[in-house]
């Protein structure tokens, strides 16, 4: 099984709210990420969890912050996003941030923001 | 110069044909790569995934790799309308960042 669920699928937000994605793997993987894929364009990174410790920040705006409760658990908590940043965001799980770590992806989260 | 470089397209194969898609990445000490297919709307799949110089073949789709050239491909024999979908390169370089770099990806069309 190589199942990566995120949740929820589609999310609407104003600019002063604050919402937060979920992403869940029980695969056993150690190393967890976040990637932004904006239309037609490849997805972007944005952090890695290796082992429940946040390895990388690729420079990502403090109105997204990332949390991993959890060797199973990712979220990505949003507050006082731009319309800019309406997105994919995909979540991605591999079992262990190795260079030869394959990734799946979750079915993403659409985020609109008004 | 972009660190992995996809033809975007469109590639239009006929049905049954032979769909050739190709890749060349600039970190020489990369370790593997991977192809992803993406339909409109949908998260990345991964297809395959390939480590040594050489082929790797699984049902239809085979991944060819030359690391002194630094050029990873991907054959789909017997191409179907189904295959039609944005391919995404990706490759995990050894810089200890341990994540994917992707290329734009190459969107194939194939014509019934």
């Known amino acids: 099984d190589t199942e990566v669920t995120q949740t929820p699928k589609h999310l609407v937000m104003g600019m002063t709210n604050k919402k937060s994605l979920k992403c869940e793997q029980h695969m056993g993987h150690r190393a967890m990420y976040w990637y932004k894929q904006k239309a037609k364009k490849p997805p972007e990174l944005m952090f890695v969890?290796?082992?429940?410790?946040?390895?990388i920040n690729e420079s990502v705006p403090s109105r997204f912050s990332p949390e991993c409760p959890n060797s199973s658990l990712l979220n990505l908590h949003l507050h006082a996003l731009q319309p800019e940043d309406s997105a994919l965001y995909l979540c991605?799980?591999?079992?262990?941030?190795?260079?030869?770590?394959?990734?799946?992806f979750g079915p993403g989260t659409r985020l609109l923001v008004l | 110069q972009k660190e992995v470089e996809q033809n975007s397209g469109p590639l239009s194969v006929p049905e049954g044909a032979i769909a050739s898609l190709n890749c060349t990445y600039s970190d020489r000490g990369s370790q593997s790569f991977f192809w992803y297919r993406q339909y409109s709307g949908k998260s990345p799949e991964l297809i395959m995934f390939?480590?040594?110089?050489g082929d790797k073949e699984d049902g239809r789709f085979t991944a060819q790799l030359n690391k002194a050239s630094q050029y990873v491909s991907l054959l789909i024999r017997d191409s179907q309308p189904s295959d039609s979908a944005t391919y995404l390169c990706a490759v995990n370089g050894d810089t200890g960042r341990r994540a994917l770099t992707f290329g734009s990806g190459t969107r194939l069309q194939v014509q019934p």
């Open positions: 991605a799980s591999s079992q262990a941030p190795t260079s030869t770590g394959t990734q799946y």
């Open positions: 390939i480590y040594s110089n």
């Open positions: 969890y290796s082992y429940e410790k946040l390895s």
